[in-house]
């Protein structure tokens, strides 16, 4: 068994089954699935959310893996990639809370909880209105640049995030947003993957779901040029002649998420 308790529930959970008491919070509920649980709640005013994993079960391991996918099997995959982050100084959540047990990957019961991060706005909607109302360029440009920092620091130090898209990309509103003073913060890692270096079949699987996630909020060609300048931390020329096979792969693969994307959502559904 894994059990790791910072304040407030080192204090509120002291001499108690840590796994009955994470069950028992109670709030917003966000996500309720047969084997996950995520749901906010309030502790002493402060705000936290919270993902418990119960286990999927051997059918659904074996058609994720006969599928050529990666189960996500509880909170450790989001725990180490948390630590992983801030060690490697990429802006994200603080747990607060996190604890595994059981050996079976099929039954296995894990948890773990975060602060919340308030008042921020998501990437994808502060963005949203720009082909409408351009913003300043400056700012533009230095969202840009943080965004290609933040995703390469993140797949030098190990971690792939397997849902990088920009509504993932928190951005902190506290105080007013411009190009010389602003915060980014990278959420959901449930799914994300953390080894010793980064293959690159993952890291292109998140910059093509980035890519595509950024498709309609009016960049340039300039824009996504100045990307991969701060995301490979090459002259650009240099960049444009190692990467080629990986920007033509993009292209096409950005096209067909966008074409699956509209089949699925053609009359009138909801994203």
Same mark, same amino acid.
């Given at each position: $068994? ?147 920092? $933040? ?121």
């Amino acid at each position: $068994m894994k059990l790791v308790l910072k304040p407030p529930f080192e204090r509120l959970w002291a001499g108690r089954d840590a796994f009955v008491e994470v069950e028992a919070l109670k709030g917003q509920v966000y996500r309720e699935l047969e084997g996950r649980r995520t749901l906010r709640t309030e502790v002493n005013g402060e705000g936290f959310f919270v993902k418990i994993h119960r286990g999927i079960g051997w059918g659904e391991i074996v058609k994720n893996l006969i599928t050529a996918k990666a189960p996500v099997l509880g909170a450790g995959q989001e725990w180490a990639a948390i630590q992983r982050l801030h060690e490697a100084g990429v802006p994200t959540m603080t747990a607060v809370a996190f604890g595994e047990r059981g050996s079976n990957p099929a039954s296995q019961h894990s948890f773990i909880v975060t602060e919340e991060l308030a008042p921020t706005i998501s990437l994808e909607d502060f963005c949203v209105d720009w082909p409408r109302n351009p913003p300043p360029a400056r700012l533009k440009w230095a969202l840009i640049d943080e965004v290609a920092r $933040m995703t390469g620091t993140m797949h030098r130090a190990g971690v792939n995030h397997r849902d990088c898209y920009i509504c993932h990309f928190l951005l902190h509103t506290a105080r007013p947003v411009t190009a010389d003073d602003f915060k980014l913060s990278l959420i959901d890692l449930h799914r994300a993957q953390t080894r010793t270096a980064t293959p690159r079949r993952w890291r292109d699987k998140d910059l093509a779901g980035l890519y595509f996630s950024a498709l309609n909020i009016g960049l340039t060609r300039r824009d996504k040029l100045r990307f991969l300048k701060a995301y490979f931390r090459q002259p650009l020329r240099q960049v444009l002649k190692d990467e080629s096979t990986l920007l033509s792969w993009l292209e096409q693969k950005a096209a067909r998420l966008l074409s699956r994307y509209e089949r699925k959502y053609a009359g009138g559904g909801e994203a």
